[in-house]
């Protein structure tokens, strides 16, 4: 059977892919065309084996490392109920943003003391549900939300553990539309008021600051940004201790941790992450003669993602002689709109002809109604026809979570596999479904 030398790209799919005698790809023990013929595409599929490694990555690089540590699933990758029964079973929390993320966990009995609710506009709707709902820490993003809070638990006569979240003006070289730390951010509190902001939360009785909060934004290669931030932030948290008796319990450090998703682009190990953000917190600890805090990391896109591939069935190939074959897949920006709001950057693969010779240079075009519908740019592939079957790889995070019913489509079928079973854990939608809220 082919492996991962034989064909590079299979180094970006789920850790289970293989390809089987007949050329075809394998994921999880299924053949992707049995996949298809009994679920139909455009489909995404899950491997259960690649999301437990991944938890247990985190779990094992930070925690060898340092004692104290809290490892969060940010949700906002993509929600889902099977997945939360997974990762309770992986021990993990959840980094909500919603009250309909914070409703998935809870109608799985998810544990909701280990959900951190965060964001930067909570309706009073939002605020009243989390605590009804005793969720273990809700991160206050911004003033407003600190007078409604303290208002909500004082009526309520209960005491909830907060942190604060702080922009700490660190640019994480990332895409502009998903970089957050950088002092122009509508998310968090500047620095110019964090020490105001540490003030005011403190005198609130029904409010237990117990910590900070700092996140720099998505897709981050590079791991000195992090490192600086932790710098700031422990600095800060030791400037406050002497002014109002300020003691830092918890630093959470946000997620954002990038993944590789085209061949030319490698991210850097979950340990060197670990390794190099643990150092600072304890150089800068000991530097600053303050206690270690309690360790949390909210990975979300680095969990999820390599374990999810997107499946599309060929329709029509468009050749225009000397300027570009366009071979169109039924699905597009409807179930991955990242190409055309992030100019997000992929792989492929033809699951059948997973033997075939690269030889033919095509644009990978969706089926909707938009010229930006762009899936794949520029890529060699085996030569293909209508009924070939297209496999994307890193479609785990945000493809599903960001995905519309644009052109009236229905979003596709979810498949968690294991072990040569395929399990469905999100049906296709249905024309009926479409209509559902409508009234006439």
């Known amino acids: 059977m082919a492996t991962k030398q034989d064909i590079p790209r299979l180094s970006l799919f789920p850790l289970t892919t293989e390809v089987n005698r007949e050329g075809h790809l394998v994921i999880g023990g299924c053949d992707c065309l049995d996949l298809v013929e009994e679920f139909g595409t455009p489909l995404h599929v899950f491997d259960e084996y690649t999301l437990r490694s991944k938890c247990g990555e985190f779990k094992r690089e930070f925690g060898k490392r340092y004692a104290d540590i809290v490892v969060l699933y940010a949700g906002k990758a993509f929600m889902n109920k099977a997945l939360m029964l997974l990762f309770k079973e992986e021990g993990l929390g959840l ?69 604060l979240r702080l922009t700490p003006g660190i640019d994480p070289h990332t895409h502009r539309f998903i970089s957050t730390g950088v002092t122009d951010s509508k998310f968090g509190f500047p620095l110019v008021t964090a020490e105001d902001a540490i003030t005011r939360a403190m005198s609130v009785p029904s409010l237990n600051l117990v910590g900070l909060n700092f996140h720099l934004g998505s897709q981050i290669l590079d791991v000195e940004p992090y490192v600086l931030a932790v710098g700031v932030i422990l600095d800060l948290a030791a400037k406050m201790k002497p002014k109002n008796g300020f ?20 991210a850097p190990p979950i340990a060197l992450y670990a390794e190099k953000i643990v150092a600072k917190i304890r150089s800068k600890c000991q530097e600053l003669k303050l206690a270690l805090p309690q360790l949390i990391i909210e990975p979300g896109r680095s969990i999820v993602c390599q374990a999810g591939v997107a499946l599309y069935t060929v329709g029509v190939v468009k050749d225009i002689p000397g300027i570009r074959c366009y071979v169109s897949v039924d699905g597009g920006m409807a179930d991955n709109i990242r190409p055309a709001i992030y100019g997000a950057k992929y792989e492929a693969v033809v699951a059948n002809k997973m033997l075939a010779k690269d030889e033919k240079k095509v644009t990978i075009a969706g089926k909707f109604c938009e010229s930006g519908d762009i899936l794949i740019r520029d890529i060699v592939l085996p030569e293909m026809k209508a009924g070939d079957i297209l496999a994307v790889p890193d479609c785990g995070a945000y493809c599903l979570a960001m995905a519309s019913n644009y052109n009236a489509s229905l979003k596709p079928a979810v498949v968690l596999v294991q072990m040569g079973k395929p399990y469905i854990i999100r049906r296709r939608e249905t024309f009926d479904d479409l209509a559902r809220c409508d009234v006439a």
């Open 247 to 266: 003691v830092l319990k918890e630093l959470d450090i946000g997620g954002g941790v990038g993944v590789q998703y085209t061949l030319d682009n490698p």
């Open 95 to 163: 980094d909500a943003v919603s009250a309909g993320e914070m409703f998935i966990a809870h109608s799985v009995d998810f544990p909701m003391a280990k959900v951190y609710f965060h964001g930067n506009n909570k309706s009073a709707a939002e605020l009243k549900q989390a605590l009804e709902w005793k969720v273990g820490r809700i991160v206050v993003d911004n003033f407003h939300e600190l007078e409604m809070l303290s208002a909500l638990t004082k009526e309520k006569g209960v005491q909830q553990d907060i942190l």
